[in-house]
T-cell receptor
Framework: GQNIDQPTEMTATEGAIVQINCTYQTSGFNGLFWYQQHAGEAPTFLSYNVLDGLEEKGRFSSFLSRSKGYSYLLLKELQMKDSASYLCAKGHSGYALNFGKGTSLLVTP | GAVVSQHPSWVICKSGTSVKIECRSLDFQATTMFWYRQFPKQSLMLMATSNEGSKATYEQGVEKDKFLINHASLTLSTLTVTSAHPEDSSFYIC??????????????FGSGTQLSVL
């Protein structure tokens, strides 16, 4: 299997920083994706890493270490609307993605 | 970004009936479309890969005779859940690849279909 692991739930305070970790099996790797998903809605693309290092995009950043099979999503200046499920997904051949179970993030006042 | 339209958004049906879900790429040609299923608080699970003009490739454990996929054109793929039963109740979502558009957002998702089988 793809064994994509991420924490089930996290809670953070408005205005704070939170890091969501993801580990995956390194075989057949073709990019690492992060999505945001609200209940009953389609996932929204956040980031894509294929090379090692940090990709920054506004309040969201994503990091990848291919040798370690590790990625994280960093959310800064948390807002209440950031409460959602965050999905880590590994790309493999043919453009298909394998998703982790998602991390449910609750942002509190 | 590219737009993928999925219909219906939700459907309620009786056990034993068949339900068809459509997925259309509105502004690009999608040679490949993917169908996912998501149970509450679970991951999106890939069901099948649909290639235009050929038979779909199903993931292990997905019954091809129960989940019929048709990809007859470059902009339309359909998933038919045949003889639906309550255990088929789930969130079904399609996605498509725009191989021409060179962006990091490799997949474009439909809005999903919530199927409830009574």
């Amino acid at each position: 299997g793809q064994n994509i692991d991420q924490p089930t739930e996290m809670t953070a305070t408005e205005g704070a920083i939170v890091q969501i970790n993801c580990t995956y099996q390194t075989s057949g790797f073709n990019g690492l994706f992060w999505y945001q998903q609200h209940a009953g809605e389609a996932p929204t693309f956040l980031s894509y890493n294929v090379l090692d290092g940090l990709e920054e995009k506004g309040r969201f950043s994503s990091f990848l270490s291919r040798s370690k099979g590790y990625s994280y999503l960093l959310l800064k200046e948390l807002q209440m609307k950031d409460s959602a499920s965050y999905l880590c997904a590994k790309g493999h051949s043919g453009y298909a993605l394998n998703f982790g179970k998602g991390t449910s993030l609750l942002v509190t006042p | 970004g590219a737009v993928v339209s999925q219909h219906p958004s939700w459907v309620i049906c009786k056990s034993g009936t068949s339900v068809k879900i459509e997925c259309r790429s509105l502004d690009f040609q999608a040679t490949t479309m993917f169908w996912y299923r998501q149970f509450p608080k679970q991951s999106l699970m890939l069901m099948a890969t649909s290639n235009e003009g050929s038979k779909a490739t199903y993931e292990q454990g997905v019954e091809k005779d129960k989940f019929l996929i048709n990809h007859a054109s470059l902009t339309l793929s359909t998933l038919t859940v045949t003889s639906a039963h309550p255990e088929d109740s789930s969130f079904y979502i399609c996605s498509a690849t725009d191989r021409v558009r060179a962006t990091n957002e490799k997949l474009f998702f439909g809005s999903g279909t919530q199927l409830s089988v009574l």
